[in-house]
């Protein structure tokens, strides 16, 4: 907060009156509060009224030796006397002020206890609770100091000490960042301080909180109200003067930005801040559109102060100034030549590698400060202006990296926007192409912070659930998985998170963590009971049941969905009749998934063999072998993989030598024998028909098997 900082006019080389007054006793070392110094009535009388006088001229003058020798004398040699209570608190004021005791307050904080002590109710005692809270704050002891101003709040400070407490009580609060807290107490100030200097405090203490807090346009209004009142007490204080400044900016009134930063300039030209008012009084001209003057004000600080901060922002701002000049306008290159003959100091740069140039060098110059992130992200847009793809991205990945480096630097999430929408159409495009590795390499190219982008920016949120997808149908589906909840959780449209949150289940699925997928498939049913994709996301919850073999959830999911959708003609009937048939088998309801079985059949569930491989074997396990012997010889007609002909040949011929069909299985041994390439199957096959009865028995009504 500027009220703990002196105003520069009065840093150095300050001197109180010879011939002192109360109110030109000025307390030593303090932050920039109000205080009018140790209390004594005039004229002095009593015992010790010439030690005393001595002592406060040599305090005046800053001769603390001197000082602290004539109010000893009175404590010493006046004991009782009316003197000896503003004394002390002159002797506790020059502990303070010693040099020893900048750091550890605590012989001063002792000093003035000693006053509430031992004269309570005086004028320096009161004075003296609000000191210790000062003293408290000033050690960066918070706590201590809020207790000690609430404690003569609470107890007896009133009128101008109850304000001035109240005032250290709300400056205590901006060094421990507190800042609602801070606001409510010179909001409190503002409405009811009697005393117009407190006032003066409370009103731009008060606009510095809000202005902290990021309410400009409030802030304004009380900036604006204590320039109006009382103009030389801000102009004291250039760092409220700034934020003055940076607030009217911020709300787009740079007319009034622009007199503020030439006032503070005019008045401070040798502050650190200088060169950086030029620029600021630069830009204010460019957003106008008015360059020359930009221009103008650029210059003056690359002159005026050549290796200061604002000049390497001024060399920048002229490079880009340069580039937006003969991009815009380019029969306007001769006459900016022209022009640059007659000025004085740094010029319009014409030359677009002398302009990356100094975008570079400015970027390697303030590599530990924004302004070089800056630098960097406006290389890359001239490098996107000129269509050096390259150049672009290896520039804009740069600022990217450089995130999380300098605090409160927004030029690499802002790199991360422009990159996540440059890359946007090459991924459309390979979306298109049905490329997904594509895809993914390019959405990784840009880096992390420009992928982060794409869930930031809705116009990509589209682009993003199909990135999502091609992660996931490439088995990248821990990306998927993070992708899926990025839409998921950062507020995409209700259509886009609900495609998400079925990705986001396929995908676990994917991975083999059915107990994820469960919550997200449960989540999907409550949260879309309509949703485009709530009988698919019952089938999913059910498949994840079964995976992890809980065949009593898996049933009862099934015929959930079976009851939701009882549509012959659905597409996912057959699926959920199979899954329901298995479920019961496992869960030792056979007769009843025997019957599902049959209707799973008839819905054309076992068309693909391993289903209906799958179904033959229960068969076999049930004894029911003639219609196993069915469902074995449709499946040889399909188009089986060599495993899984030769595991249906061997149950046929198991099956076959069960039935006594001993020649039926001997041919079927001998087809598994001639068809089969590999050794083992050989070997067992010959092993089989050399088990087999010699003189095999048959009936004419048996069925056939074979092929």
Avoid at 396 to 421: E, F, N, Q, T
Avoid at 665 to 682: C, H, K, M, P, T
Wanted: contains cysteine; aromatic residues 10%; charged residues 25%.
């Amino acid at each position: 907060m500027p009220i703990f900082k002196k105003p520069l006019a009065t840093e150095e080389g300050h001197q109180a009156p010879a011939v002192p007054s109360r109110k030109a006793v000025v307390p030593v070392g303090l932050p920039d509060l109000p205080d009018d110094g140790p209390r004594f009535t005039t004229p002095v009388e009593g015992a010790g009224a010439e030690s005393f006088m001595e002592g406060v001229a040599a305090y005046g003058r800053r001769d603390f030796k001197a000082a602290r020798t004539a109010f000893r004398t009175i404590v010493e040699q006046h004991t009782g006397g009316p003197l000896v209570e503003p004394a002390r608190a002159f002797l506790a004021e020059l502990v303070a002020a010693d040099k020893a005791n900048a750091r550890n307050r605590m012989p001063a904080i002792e000093a003035y206890r000693a006053i509430l002590r031992d004269f309570p109710r005086t004028p320096n005692a009161a004075r003296a609770q609000w000191r210790v809270g000062d003293l408290y704050a000033e050690m960066g002891l918070r706590i201590e100091a809020q207790a000690t101003y609430e404690h003569g709040l609470n107890d007896f400070l009133t009128g101008a000490d109850a304000d001035r407490a109240l005032l250290g009580l709300a400056v205590n609060f901006t060094g421990w960042n507190k800042w609602r807290e801070a606001e409510h107490r010179f909001q409190n100030l503002k409405d009811h301080a009697g005393n117009t200097v407190v006032l003066q405090y409370a009103t731009l203490g008060l606009a510095d909180t809000l202005y902290t807090g990021g309410q400009f346009q409030d802030a304004l209004a009380f900036y604006e109200e204590a320039y109006a009142r009382w103009p030389e007490f801000l102009k004291k204080r250039p760092q409220s003067f700034l934020r003055f400044i940076d607030t009217a900016m911020a709300l787009g009134q740079d007319s009034l930005g622009r007199r503020l930063s030439t006032t503070l300039y005019n008045m401070y030209p040798q502050m650190p801040e200088a060169s950086l008012l030029l620029v600021r009084i630069g830009d204010s001209f460019r957003r106008a559109d008015l360059r020359d003057r930009a221009g103008m004000f650029y210059t003056e600080a690359v002159s005026r102060y050549p290796d200061s901060l604002g000049s390497a922002i001024a060399r920048m701002r002229l490079a880009e100034l340069s580039f937006e000049l003969i991009t815009a306008e380019k029969g306007l290159v001769l006459r900016l030549m022209v022009q640059a003959q007659f000025r004085y100091g740094p010029v319009l740069n014409l030359d677009g590698e002398e302009q990356r140039a100094i975008l570079r060098t400015v970027a390697d110059e303030q590599a530990k400060l924004v302004i070089g992130s800056e630098a960097l992200y406006h290389l890359g847009e001239q490098f996107e202006a000129i269509q050096d793809w390259e150049q672009t991205i290896q520039a804009y990945r740069k600022v990217i990296a450089r995130a999380g480096r300098i605090p409160d630097d927004p030029w690499p999430a802002a790199a991360g926007r422009r990159l996540s929408v440059l890359l946007e159409p090459w991924i459309d495009n390979a979306l298109q192409a049905h490329d997904d590795l594509g895809v993914v390499n390019l959405f990784h190219q840009a880096g992390r912070l420009a992928e982060s982008s794409f869930s930031t920016n809705k116009p990509l949120l589209q682009v993003l659930l199909q990135v999502a997808g091609a992660h996931r149908r490439i088995g990248f589906t821990p990306e998927a998985v993070k992708l899926y909840l990025d839409l998921v959780q950062n507020g995409a449209a209700l259509h886009l998170r609900e495609e998400a949150l079925v990705g986001l289940g396929q995908s676990y699925m994917d991975q083999g963590d059915y107990v994820a997928a469960r919550q997200v498939f449960e989540r999907y049913w409550i949260q879309y009971p309509s949703g485009r994709w709530k009988a698919e996301a019952l089938r999913w919850l059910a498949a994840a049941f079964q995976a992890d073999d809980m065949h009593a959830n898996t049933i009862r999911i099934c015929r959930r969905w079976l009851q939701n959708f009882p549509s012959p003609s659905h597409p996912l009937r057959p699926d959920m009749l199979l899954m329901l048939a298995q479920a019961l088998v496992k869960a030792g309801e056979v007769a009843e998934g025997f019957r599902v079985y049959a209707e799973a059949e008839r819905a054309g569930a076992l068309a693909k063999p391993p289903a209906l491989i799958r179904y033959a074997d229960l068969l076999v396990q049930a004894k029911r072998y003639d219609e196993a012997v069915t469902r074995y010889q449709v499946a040889l007609r399909t188009d089986l993989d060599a495993a899984q002909a030769e595991w249906v040949r061997f149950q046929l011929a198991r099956i076959r030598r069960t039935q006594t069909h001993y020649a039926d299985a001997r041919i079927v041994l001998q087809e598994l024998a001639n068809l089969s390439q590999d050794d083992f199957v050989d070997r067992l096959s010959v092993s089989m028909q050399t088990g087999l009865p010699k003189v095999p028995t048959a009936t004419a009504s048996s069925p056939k098997g074979g092929s």
